[in-house]
């Protein structure tokens, strides 16, 4: 199965864009250049699926073993686009570029810019709050555990993670505090109708006022998540980017949001983006 873009796209530039690739139900092949996991099909069974860079604008979809109708072949390909970030127009994020920085412009142009996601809203939710005091190593085994204790090697849905309970997430998934963060946004984001018992998102319009609310969410986590969600206008800061926006540019943490503040709505691309070019 072929999937296409309306727009130029790198699954390579897509996976290396940030961490998620590492973190379990991801697993990426750098010699083959493949992306796969584990993922829970339309018939209730879970399934290997493997992606591959067709040409600049078309990604393929493979599931090993499965002779898929074409009802559960849509609901791969809608998958697979929430993966890659297909729903994002890079044409205001190229315009602006061009003027502040040509090599962000080009870059995009060439298919970055787009950011690797999980599944469902609820996916990328769970993960941002694993990096929250933790170092990386921490938060890769904490997916990692997640997903094979609970979700049988794919990424369990909020109706798993209810049923779990936060005694478990604790002190059987190591997850300290933030298992009881975890267990609570996962209850309210279902009674305040935000997402669906697949974790789908619900409220189209979900901006930071509606995060910031949740006790356990911070400025860092809510513009991270929000970022997942094409929301570039604010850089999610933890110690990490201060770092390095100290050593890079010389910028206090107060400092970082007002110096890429010329990049307005694009914010975090003028300051991503600028990163990985130079990496």
């Known amino acids: 199965m072929i999937i296409r873009s309306k727009y130029s796209l790198s699954l390579k530039n897509i996976v290396m864009s940030h961490g998620w690739f590492q973190l379990a139900p991801w697993n990426w092949d750098p010699i083959n250049h493949n992306l796969s996991r584990i993922e829970l099909c339309r018939d209730g069974y879970l399934k290997r699926v493997i992606c591959g860079?067709?040409?600049?604008?078309?990604?393929?979809?493979?599931?090993?073993?499965?002779?898929?109708t074409p009802i559960e072949k849509e609901y791969i390909k809608k998958k697979a686009e929430r993966w890659f970030s297909f729903a994002w127009d890079p044409t205001e994020a190229i315009r602006l570029s061009k003027i502040i920085d040509p090599e962000v412009s080009r870059f995009i142009e060439n298919g970055g810019g787009r950011f690797l996601r999980g599944s469902s809203f609820y996916e990328d939710c769970i993960k941002?709050?694993?990096?929250?005091?933790?170092?990386?190593?921490?938060?890769?085994?904490?997916?990692?555990?997640?997903s094979m204790q609970l979700g049988e090697g794919g990424f369990p849905n909020p109706l798993t993670i209810l049923k779990a309970g936060p005694i478990i997430l604790k002190k059987d998934l190591r997850l300290g505090f933030r298992a009881e963060v975890i267990y609570q946004i996962s209850r309210q984001l279902l009674d305040r109708g935000i997402i669906d018992e697949r974790g789908m998102l619900k409220k189209p319009?979900?901006?930071?006022?509606?995060?910031?609310?949740?006790r356990g969410l911070g400025p860092y986590t809510v513009n991270h998540i929000l970022m997942l969600l094409h929301n570039f206008e604010w850089i999610p800061i933890d110690s990490e980017v201060t770092n390095y926006c100290q050593l890079t540019y010389k910028?206090?943490?107060?400092?970082?949001?007002?110096?890429?503040?010329?990049?307005?709505?694009?914010?975090?691309?003028?300051?991503?983006?600028?990163?990985?070019i130079d990496s």
């Open 128 to 146: 941002t709050i694993l990096t929250i005091n933790a170092n990386w190593k921490f938060t890769v085994r904490m997916a990692a555990d997640i």
């Open 205 to 214: 319009t979900l901006g930071f006022e509606d995060l910031i609310q949740f």
């Open 251 to 276: 910028l206090k943490t107060d400092e970082i949001q007002e110096y890429f503040a010329p990049w307005g709505k694009y914010r975090f691309l003028g300051y991503k983006l600028r990163r990985i």
């Open 53 to 68: 860079q067709v040409n600049s604008k078309s990604i393929s979809i493979q599931i090993p073993d499965a002779d898929l």
